[in-house]
C-alpha cells in the first residue's frame, strides 16, 4: 500500500508518501529521501482504537505521529 499524503516534507517541501508493507509503516519523502517508520505492530498499540466494541485502526493518529518524528529528525 502505498498513499499520497496531503502533506509536505518539512525538510525540502516534497511530497510525502505513507507505505505499509505488512511489517513496517512509514512516511516517506519522495525528493529528499527522509524518512521514518515504525514496526507495524507498534503502530497497531498506539493506533488501535475501541469504538463501540469495534476495533478500529485510526491511521491518522499514525500518520501524525510520523510526521512530528520527521519534523524532529531535521532539527
Ligand atoms: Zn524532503
Redo the contacts with the bound molecule.
Sequence with gaps: MRIRLNLE??????A?FMEEDGESVSIT??????RASWKLRDAARRALKNIDGSLIFDWNSVIDELYLELAISIR
Design positions: 516534507c518539512p525538510r525540502c517541501g516534497g510525502l519523502c519522495n525528493r529528499c529521501g527522509l
